[in-house]
T-cell receptor, first 110, second 112 residues
């Protein structure tokens, strides 16, 4: 039962352009959504989050959008940089428990 | 301030052997978690704990046991390892009022 889905396993963009990573969820009880970035041989690191009562949160080049009616969230990175190349996981919390998507590998080409 | 520390970092087991993975956090976090990461499957929750002496099952708990005897430590045990348990295991922790997890650097386990 995959409650959090990232349907694109990979994404490639040109440096300076926008990267858009998508995530869908099925459980309407999730109360917090997060994005994590992971480099090889390291643990995931927190990137940005959004509460279920909001529809947008911005932090520098990173913006997360939440569409509760569609049960969809997205991460926008503008402008994309080669150092952003990593695997991105979306996650959703319900109380103490959390679920993660399968991840999207982002490659930013110089 | 080390954050979340996992030991060991690598391990090879034979089918049927047992082992314990140790997770230690020094941030006084209440919640602790064990995830496994497999290609195409992302991070799947094995077990978690909301406080000392408590444990709860996650998405894929079968074949694993956990214990949280001390607030700062969360142990993951494999009683009889199987090749299907070959994976990278991540421990994480967070505060009760927070929402972001702090992850360890992972344990790569191979069962042959």
């Amino acid at each position: 039962d995959q409650q959090v889905k990232q349907n694109s396993p990979s994404l490639s963009v040109q440096e300076g352009r926008i990267s858009i990573l998508n995530c869908d969820y099925t459980n309407s009880m999730f109360d917090y959504f997060l994005w994590y970035k992971k480099y090889p041989a390291e643990g995931p690191t927190f990137l940005i989050s959004i509460s279920s009562i909001k529809d947008k949160n911005e932090d520098g080049r990173f913006t997360v959008f939440l569409n509760k009616s569609a049960k969809h969230l997205s991460l926008h990175i503008v402008p994309s940089q080669p150092g952003d190349s990593a695997v991105y996981f979306c996650a959703a919390n319900q109380g103490p428990s959390g679920r993660f998507g399968a991840g999207t590998r982002l490659t930013v080409k110089p | 301030n080390a954050g979340v520390t996992q030991t060991p970092k690598f391990r090879v087991l034979k089918t049927g052997q047992s082992m314990t993975l140790l997770c230690a956090q020094d941030m006084n976090h209440e919640y602790m978690y064990w995830y496994r990461q497999d290609p195409g499957m992302g991070l799947r929750l094995i077990h978690y704990s909301v406080g000392e002496g408590t444990t709860a099952k996650g998405e894929v708990p079968d074949g694993y046991n956990v214990s949280r005897l001390k607030k700062q430590n969360f142990l993951l045990g494999l009683e009889s390892a199987a090749p299907s348990q070959t994976s990278v295991y991540f421990c994480a922790s967070r505060t009760t009022g927070g929402w972001g997890y702090t992850f360890g650097s992972g344990t790569r386990l191979t069962v042959v």
